[in-house]
């Protein structure tokens, strides 16, 4: 998750074999947190002398686990019992696949609009995109997305099409388009093509025709058919109840893993960081712990790095708790409601 890159750093210690092992990047911290001077932890200037390149190669693999535990166990708080999601998931097909005729009367970029309402925390997923076409070539699809009236090209893919008959585009890696920007403004998404160079769509309708899936879907966007002369001037285009011969074999998921960077955003006492840095060497010293070079590598007792352990361990359980009780839902993700029962509010790093 990139908004928790450089959140700590490993070490900005110098010391020579420091400097063979750790790129500069590691040594990056945004927070000003370094994993080994976390109070009471594994430190660098303690092990420099022994064995220096397998902590430096044991911290990374450390870092990168505590802001995986970091993510599911901060999302899991928030889906407590009192809570529960605000969306039903989706999956289905968005346009349907019936046609009788070809349409007429297009202009020069037809397709399918997606307008996204502003829901922090959910994704579209889409797995394939099909066209229904009148001619038999390869179709050059442009996805577009739009905050703002700024366009901006997502992605550029080529579909073989059969006349008058149902051919798919799939991705080898689906492709995932989030809602809402980094300030909470809607995405539209606009898959097209140009049907002065490739001719004029078939007249399947957009929606799924999917009984409750339908409904689930209308509470996530409204799908409709457009067309335009200036590609730029797609999101002023009158909609229509054509989907202009796409269908899309779609998901959408809300909870993700995008309400950690809107914590981040509150998070003015650097808990987040914090709550990693503690999580890094209380996993860091477990890996330690199963070591047979635990004494000559750490110069330390198995008991007290067992205490130590289980201090860095509650230590980062309770910054998840405290930020999961003290940053408003609201202002966190749109995807779970629940009761607001308050509990933590003293100040903690």
Request: hydrophobic share 40%.
């Amino acid at each position: 998750m990139e908004c928790l890159d450089n959140i700590i750093g490993i070490s900005r210690t110098e010391c020579e074999c420091l400097a063979a092992d750790i790129s500069a990047d590691d040594q990056v911290s945004i927070s000003g947190i370094y994993l080994d001077e976390v109070e009471g932890g594994l430190k660098m200037t303690a092990l420099e002398k022994i064995d220096c390149q397998t902590f430096v190669d044991k911290a990374k693999q450390a870092i990168k686990r505590a802001k995986d535990m970091f993510i599911e166990q901060i999302i899991a708080a928030y889906q407590t019992t009192d809570s529960r999601k605000a969306y039903e998931d989706f999956s289905g097909r968005i346009g349907k696949t019936a046609h009788l005729k070809t349409l007429t009367g297009l202009k020069q970029f037809a397709g399918l609009k997606l307008a996204l309402n502003p829901i922090r925390g959910a994704k579209l997923v889409i797995k394939q995109i099909g066209l229904i076409i009148s001619r038999e070539q390869d179709v050059e699809v442009s996805i577009l997305k739009f905050t703002d009236d700024s366009a901006e090209l997502v992605d550029t893919i080529t579909i073989p099409t059969i006349a008058n008959m149902r051919s798919v585009y799939s991705f080898d890696k689906a492709l995932e388009l989030p809602f809402t920007s980094s300030s909470g403004e809607a995405h539209e998404y606009f898959v097209v093509y140009n049907t002065i160079t490739h001719g004029n769509p078939r007249d399947n309708k957009a929606g799924c025709n999917c009984g409750r899936m339908d409904r689930i879907l209308r509470s996530y966007l409204k799908a409709e058919g457009v067309s335009s002369s200036d590609i730029e001037a797609l999101p002023l285009a009158k909609g229509s109840d054509n989907a202009n011969g796409f269908f899309l074999d779609a998901e959408i998921a809300c909870v993700t893993k995008s309400m950690v960077c809107n914590i981040l955003k509150l998070d003015d006492s650097n808990t987040v960081a914090h709550a990693i840095a503690y999580k890094s060497q209380e996993l860091l010293i477990e890996d330690l712990l199963s070591s047979p070079n635990i004494n000559r590598f750490t110069m330390m007792s198995k008991e007290h790095l067992y205490g130590t352990r289980n201090h860095f361990r509650k230590e980062f359980e309770d910054r998840i708790v405290w930020l999961s009780q003290t940053k408003p839902l609201a202002q966190v993700s749109d995807c779970i409601v629940c009761h607001d029962n308050r509990i933590m509010k003293t100040l903690i790093r």
